[in-house]
């Protein structure tokens, strides 16, 4: 994925502009604001943190402590580490800081907003395409909670901040599901172990169980 492959080598990003352009859009304004939120969580510590994000509240989801819903979606995630707190990014991901190293991880749902003849390749290139000095690391397809996901590792800059992405994105029922995790590139090496285990327990269930 260098910036000059980005655009699109299966010829599906000219198919479906709308839904590329809105799912480049919502990734990057998220991941710009998680950035951004961690860095203040970190600078004004994390107590007065973590006080502000309850005050925030979650808009439209709630998370059980092992089963997050959102609209029109469910999915159960295994026990996180210790070292992961809880934030509020947008309102519309589960999403955690770990306190040793400062990553992000998230995990996301929607339904009926992306085609489903949008390739997964074509959904993860787009995400980048407003970032700079792109350079993939990874990039597969593998089974994934029934389906395939592609699983992406990029080292890339968001806003001139350089940041190392592990994202995955599968497609299921008509939803869309990413899991994501972002840290600085010199810790992403030896923390991403975490995250990994944190994907293999994830799995879809029924919107509509109590």
């Not at 939120?37 to 709630?62: D, E, H, K, P, Y």
């Not at 970032?131 to 029934?146: A, C, I, K, S, Y």
């Not at 497609?171 to 899991?179: I, R």
Request: one cysteine or more; glycine letters at 8%.
């Amino acid at each position: 994925m260098s910036q000059g492959d980005v655009s699109s080598q299966d010829g599906h990003a000219e198919q479906f502009p709308a839904v590329i352009k809105r799912e480049r859009d919502r990734f990057r304004s998220a991941m710009g604001a998680a950035i951004r939120n961690v860095a203040r969580f970190r600078s004004i510590g994390w107590l007065w943190a973590f006080a502000l994000v309850s005050a925030m509240g979650c808009t439209g989801a709630s998370f059980s402590g092992s089963v997050y819903r959102g609209q029109g979606f469910a999915f159960r995630v295994p026990e996180t580490p210790p070292t992961w707190k809880r934030i509020d990014v947008d309102g519309k991901a589960l999403s955690f800081v770990d306190e040793s190293s400062g990553a992000l991880v998230a995990a996301s749902g929607r339904c009926k907003v992306d085609g489903e003849d949008v390739p997964l390749r074509s959904l993860v290139q787009h995400l980048f395409l407003q970032f700079t000095e792109r350079e993939v690391v990874l990039e597969e397809t593998v089974p994934f909670d029934g389906r395939e996901a592609m699983h992406t590792v990029v080292v890339a800059k968001l806003d001139g901040v350089p940041k190392q992405f592990d994202v995955w994105v599968m497609k299921k029922d008509g939803c869309v599901y990413d899991l994501y995790y972002i840290a600085d590139p010199a810790e992403f090496a030896e923390s991403v172990g975490s995250f990994r285990k944190f994907v293999q327990g994830f799995t879809t269930v029924s919107a509509d169980d109590d």
